[in-house]
C-alpha cells in the first residue's frame, strides 16, 4: 500500500516510521530546509491503520525538521 496523502493532507516527503502502541504506522514528514533558520514549513507527525488506510494528521509541529520517532 503507498499513500500520497494522509487524511486529505498531501505528504511532502515522509520519513522515519515507527509502530505505535495502538498498532497504527507512525511517521514524520519534515519537510523543508534542516535548519529551522532557512525553513517556514511545519514539520508534521501522521498516523495510519495499515489495515484500513485511514490515518489522520497527529500535529504540526513548527518551522523544525522531525527526524526520527520511536515508541
Do not use: C, Q, Y
Not at 8 to 33: H, K, Q, S
Request: glycine share 16%; net charge negative; proline share 10%.
Amino acid at each position: 500500500m503507498a499513500f500520497t496523502s494522509v487524511g486529505g493532507v498531501e505528504l511532502e516527503g515522509p520519513n522515519d516510521l515507527a509502530f505505535g502502541p495502538d498498532g497504527r504506522l507512525w511517521f514524520t514528514d519534515p519537510r523543508g530546509a534542516a535548519d529551522p533558520n532557512h525553513n517556514d514549513k511545519p514539520g508534521r507527525l501522521f498516523a495510519v491503520d495499515i489495515a484500513t488506510g485511514e490515518g489522520e494528521l497527529i500535529a504540526e509541529v513548527g518551522p523544525v525538521f522531525p527526524n526520527g520517532i520511536a515508541f
